[in-house]
C-alpha cells in the first residue's frame, strides 16, 4: 500500500514533523532517508528489507554498496544519501570537540571516537592533535594495520605532529575483535610514544582503545606510567 493513502499521522515524514525524529521506529527512519519505496513496495517495507538484510540501524549505516544492492529497490544512490548522512553526524561530533576541552569531555570524545573507529574491519591508529587549550585541531589516521595489528613508528608520529603544531595529543586506535580491554602492547607502545614525544615537549594526554560496546581510556584506567 503506497504511503500516500495512509492516514497523515502514521506517514513518516508527517510523523516526523509533527512529533519529532525521535518518535519514529528505526524503519520509520530510513523509509524518510529513502524517501520513496519502488513498484508494488512502500518505503517503509523497502526500510524492513534493509534491516532484516542488514540486522539493525547500526548495520543500516554501515553497510557495504555491495550490501545495498541485495536489496530490491536499494541502489548506489541510496547508498550514498546513508553515507552522506552518517558523515555529517561523524562531522557534527567533531566541531563540538573543536569547541571545548577534549581532555576534560571524555564523553563526548569517546562518542566520536566511536562513530570514527568502532565499524572498521582492521586496526587504524590515529592521533587527535590538540592546541594549547585541548581543543582538536584535528584526527589523523597516520597507520592502518591487519585485521588485529597496526604497525606505529613514534618516528612518523613526530612529523606529523610538528606539520600540525600541536601542543598535545591524545592516542587512539580500535580492536576490530571488538574487545577494547587493552594489551600489554599497547601499553608498552603507550610508553614508547610518550618518552618520543617528551622530546619535543608535547605530552600525550590519553591513549583510548574503540571496542564495540566500550572504548576505554587509559588516563581513567591510571594506565598513562
Not at 563540538?96 to 591508529?125: G, H, I, P, S
Not at 576490530?176 to 605530552?203: C, Q, W, Y
Request: one cysteine or more.
Amino acid at each position: 500500500m503506497s504511503i500516500k493513502i495512509w492516514p497523515i499521522s502514521e506517514r513518516p515524514r508527517e510523523k516526523l514533523l509533527q512529533h519529532g525524529a525521535e518518535s519514529l521506529s528505526d524503519a520509520e527512519l530510513i523509509a524518510v532517508l529513502l524517501g520513496k519505496g519502488v513498484k508494488g513496495k512502500s518505503a517503509v517495507s523497502v526500510a524492513h528489507e534493509l534491516l532484516k538484510e542488514l540486522g539493525c540501524l547500526r548495520g543500516v549505516v554501515t553497510a557495504t554498496k555491495e550490501s545495498y544492492a541485495k536489496v530490491s529497490g536499494v541502489g548506489p544512490c541510496k547508498y550514498a544519501q546513508f553515507q552522506a548522512g552518517f558523515e555529517i553526524f561523524k562531522r557534527n561530533l567533531e566541531i563540538k570537540l573543536k569547541r571545548q576541552d577534549v581532555f576534560n569531555n571524555v564523553d563526548d570524545t569517546k562518542r566520536y571516537l566511536q562513530a570514527k573507529l568502532r565499524d572498521c574491519e582492521r586496526e587504524k591508529f590515529a592521533l587527535l592533535m590538540l592546541d594549547s587549550q585541548h581543543q582538536l585541531i584535528a584526527f589523523r589516521t597516520m597507520f592502518n594495520g591487519t585485521i588485529n595489528s597496526a604497525a606505529v613508528y613514534p618516528r612518523e608520529l613526530i612529523k606529523q605532529v610538528m606539520i600540525d603544531n600541536a601542543a598535545a595529543i591524545i592516542l587512539v586506535h580500535n580492536h576490530p575483535s571488538g574487545v577494547a580491554e587493552p594489551s600489554h602492547a599497547d601499553i608498552r607502545l603507550t610508553t614508547e610514544i610518550k618518552n618520543a614525544m617528551a622530546s619535543i615537549d608535547v605530552p600525550v594526554l590519553d591513549h583510548f582503545v574503540v571496542g564495540d560496546k566500550e572504548t576505554i581510556s587509559f588516563a581513567q584506567r591510571g594506565l598513562l606510567t
